[in-house]
């Protein structure tokens, strides 16, 4: 180990010191940025971007694990990224297949798809809905992994299946707006019952939140990373812990 390596495991401990257990998220979002502009600096292509970024996840898990997060939202694929050329597609969704399936051979997380599965090909839609059901007895981190995510479809998704809810129990549609609020709304997403994000991290230097978990993100503290994301290390995400935790929420006020 040279003297690089023994600063920087010194410098590692020192920011995890300064992380009260108590001032840590329980539920992290992430918006995985920056794979193809990685790519086009180091000369490859962009799937060998997107394969370095998959090979960040598992990685990135773990860093959760100890610091003893409880869910993780993954942002794969939104809905804008299914107009991409068909070939760069293909190539995308046959990744991020190949990563789901990874994530569930180790058997330490849950896996939850979070996402318009419509939207997708019919095999990555069968794909994922299948690692939550191989998955629901692990006791373990819960990753939402959002493959044909979009925040505004998100929203739609939910009053549409809150509509045809109540539909079906004959409730009329003045009733229905009478019934309708943000709790109501909230029991239809696709992270239903589980907390919201408390950190958002963005790589690749971008910030915005692109619609990421637009309903849920009302109250998340963000935090923006230049880096991109396969070169996102564990000192960065210590420093996003610490940002955090060093932050007075407000919830809106």
Same mark, same amino acid.
């Not at 969704?93 to 996402?115: A, M, S």
């Given at each position: ?5 023994? #600063? ?59 610091? !003893? ?20 597609? !293909?190539? $995308?969704?046959?990744?991020?297949? +190949?990563?789901?399936?990874? $994530? ?52 739609? !998704?939910? #009053? ?22 943000? +709790? ?13 994000? !408390? $950190? ?37 995400? $210590? ?15």
């Amino acid at each position: 180990m040279g003297i690089r390596d023994l #600063v920087y495991g010194a410098y590692e401990r020192r920011l995890a010191q300064q992380i009260a257990p108590e001032r840590r998220p329980r539920h992290v979002g992430v918006i995985l940025d920056g794979n193809r502009r990685w790519a086009s600096v180091k000369g490859h292509s962009s799937s060998a971007g997107h394969r370095a970024g998959a090979a960040k996840i598992a990685e990135f898990l773990g860093w959760c694990e100890d610091a !003893d997060v409880e869910v993780v939202t993954l942002w794969l694929l939104s809905t804008d990224n299914l107009n991409r050329p068909p070939e760069e597609l !293909d190539a $995308l969704v046959g990744i991020i297949e +190949e990563t789901v399936n990874g $994530l569930v051979e180790q058997r330490r997380w849950r896996i939850h798809p979070v996402g318009a599965l419509d939207l997708l090909p019919a095999r990555t839609a069968g794909l994922l809905k299948e690692a939550e059901e191989t998955t629901t007895d692990v006791d373990g981190l819960l990753v939402n992994v959002a493959v044909g995510y979009g925040g505004r479809r998100e929203v739609a !998704d939910a #009053v549409r299946s809150l509509l045809q809810e109540e539909a079906v129990k004959g409730t009329s549609l003045d009733e229905v707006a009478q019934m309708i609020d943000p +709790e109501l709304i909230a029991e239809h997403l696709y992270t239903k019952g589980q907390p919201d994000p !408390d $950190l958002v991290i963005r790589t690749s230097g971008e910030q915005r939140l692109s619609g990421f978990l637009l309903w849920q993100s009302a109250h998340s503290e963000f935090y923006f990373c230049e880096a991109y994301w396969p070169d996102f290390r564990h000192v960065d995400f $210590l420093r996003a812990m610490r940002s955090y935790a060093d932050r007075q929420r407000r919830f809106g006020s």
